[in-house]
């Protein structure tokens, strides 16, 4: 069995009457993997987390585990658990007994099922909280009783729905270095579904991007932002800006396009006269010379600032380092662009 494909989901569809929520979704997750499957709300990512928990039964394809077919097994005979947005914890029970509730099930004995218990609270640093009843606790560390009760069960496969969608800004950055960290320690497979891009992008191993059921690509953080597929993912994946684009000639593997306003540009380009240029809002320098441009509003935001620059009617998103006794652009300054080569995508043009 190769890692490659620990987790496997092979062509699974899932409609609700006439609205297909999964359409013939592949994806294969390696084993220890942290993977997050990112979309707008409506693109089946959750619908799809909850067939691999049992939650929900494919229309067609299959879900396997280490090559075992678990499509039809019901929940609790799956080798997964799943932890929700709503944290789920008993009120009534201390954290002891919720992080024990599982394990009570199996029938351990007292020795084996305090030790389990206590190695979880060590793992969640909550040590000492056992006794602690729920409306005791922060919204963090309820959200760390419910990781604590979903992996003590030592499942193969950890589910998170918007785990940490609840919580403030501040204390959900820090959950997600937490929420990563652990997922190191426990070598367990995570499968995390998120519609935040920054989320995704700073915890996850591999990211599938879904929209209107589909998945539209699968890689890691860094080859999403800095080589998307199309334009749905590029648009989604942070800010940038797209031109349309006329190749004028090719050479090899580089094409010449004409991109107005930014001009002439040689890169690698899809087949077909149309595409579309794009490019992020860091990867333009302000120079000397270059395509000449207007700032038609400016955000200082301490060691960036980010502009708007018009250039030939056209608004175009720029973000710029502040380097230390370098003058802040205001509105109104007359400014240059450059990009490297390197900075440029084009993808296809949509009809």
């Not at 000492?128 to 193969?156: C, I, N, T, W």
């Not at 960290?181 to 499968?191: M, N, P, R």
């Not at 334009?231 to 349309?244: C, K, L, M, T, W």
Request: charged share 25%.
């Amino acid at each position: 069995m190769s890692d490659e494909s620990f987790l496997k989901i092979d062509g699974v569809t899932k409609r609700f009457g006439s609205m297909t929520a999964v359409d013939t979704v592949d994806l294969s997750i390696r084993r220890g993997e942290f993977f997050s499957l990112l979309g707008p709300s409506g693109c089946g990512k959750t619908t799809l987390l909850r067939m691999i928990a049992g939650f929900e039964y494919p229309d067609s394809g299959d879900i396997l585990v280490e090559g075992q077919r678990i499509t039809d097994t019901p929940p609790n005979l799956r080798p997964s658990n799943m932890v929700f947005q709503s944290y789920a914890i008993f009120p009534h029970l201390n954290v002891f007994d919720n992080i024990a509730y599982g394990l009570r099930k199996e029938r351990l004995k007292h020795v084996e099922l305090n030790r389990r218990v206590n190695e979880a609270l060590a793992m969640i640093k909550l040590e000492g909280f056992g006794g602690r009843r729920a409306d005791e606790l922060s919204g963090g560390q309820r959200q760390r009783v419910a990781l604590a009760r979903a992996l003590v069960r030592r499942p193969k496969v950890l589910l998170l729905d918007e785990p940490l969608g609840a919580l403030d800004k501040r204390l959900r950055e820090a959950m997600q270095i937490e929420l990563r960290q652990l997922q190191k320690s426990v070598g367990i497979t995570f499968v995390f579904v998120t519609h935040d891009q920054e989320e995704a992008l700073s915890m996850s191993d591999r990211i599938a991007v879904m929209s209107g059921g589909k998945v539209l690509q699968v890689a890691s953080p860094r080859e999403l932002y800095e080589a998307p597929n199309c334009r749905e993912v590029a648009d989604f994946i942070g800010e940038i800006n797209f031109f349309d684009g006329t190749v004028v000639g090719r050479d090899g593997d580089l094409a010449e396009i004409d991109a107005p306003p930014l001009g002439r540009i040689r890169a690698k380009a899809p087949t077909g006269a149309k595409v579309l240029v794009a490019i992020r809002p860091e990867k333009f320098t302000l120079a000397d010379a270059g395509v000449k441009g207007t700032i038609a509003a400016a955000a200082y935001l301490g060691e960036r600032s980010h502009y708007a620059v018009t250039v030939a009617g056209r608004t175009i998103a720029v973000a710029a380092q502040n380097v230390a006794k370098a003058a802040v652009r205001a509105p109104g300054d007359t400014v240059h662009l450059i990009w490297a080569p390197d900075a440029v995508v084009v993808l296809a043009a949509e009809d």
